[in-house]
């Protein structure tokens, strides 16, 4: 049998783009009763080391994220910036599945162990966390599985959330 050249233990986010966050929230709970949202807005000042495609980048988007069950469930509207968001977006007007991602301890030496594999950063970003801490790198997966993988640091606490859906009365 052969060994694989890296244990994945878990999908621990699904991520999807789309073209208006408050629609997609608004349907997401009203269908499957997902949420409560958080909703945050990313980009400088917030996130800090923007790449894209190996370059410096200062892109901006709003998330939200849902637990369903243990699975974070992210929804990305992109607002400005090159990015793979907007890229997703050109090829696919209506949205849709971006990527799965799985949490790590730490980036830097997860990143380093995906190129060892032949896998390279396509667009990443440092310091979402209160104490400045967490990070992203999306891999360059798809030509060879198929799918489109993210790593994340998850930083040791979150900024607050910029609102949450739906709104606690």
């Given amino acids: 049998m052969i060994e694989p050249l890296f244990r994945l233990k878990a999908i621990n ?4 783009v789309v073209e208006d966050i408050d629609k997609a929230m608004e349907a997401y709970w009203k269908y499957f009763g997902i949420g409560p949202w958080k909703v945050y807005n990313f980009g ?13 980048e200062d892109f ?5 994220i849902a637990k369903v069950g243990e699975l974070d469930f992210e929804l990305i509207e992109h607002k400005d910036g090159d990015t793979i968001y907007k890229e997703f977006m050109a090829r696919n007007p209506m949205g849709g599945v971006h990527h799965l991602a799985w949490f790590v301890k730490n980036i830097d030496e997860a990143v380093r162990e995906m190129e060892q594999l032949g896998f390279k950063v396509i667009q990443s970003g440092r310091g979402y966390g209160k104490d400045g801490d967490g990070g992203f790198a999306y891999l360059s997966t798809e030509d060879e599985l198929g799918a489109l993988f993210e790593l994340l640091e998850v930083p040791s606490e979150r900024i607050p959330p910029h609102r949450v859906y739906p709104a606690k009365e």
């Fill in 13 to 16: 986010q699904i991520g999807f």
């Fill in 44 to 56: 400088s000042p917030v996130v800090k080391d923007t790449k894209f495609r190996g370059k410096p």
């Fill in 60 to 64: 901006h988007m709003t998330i939200a």
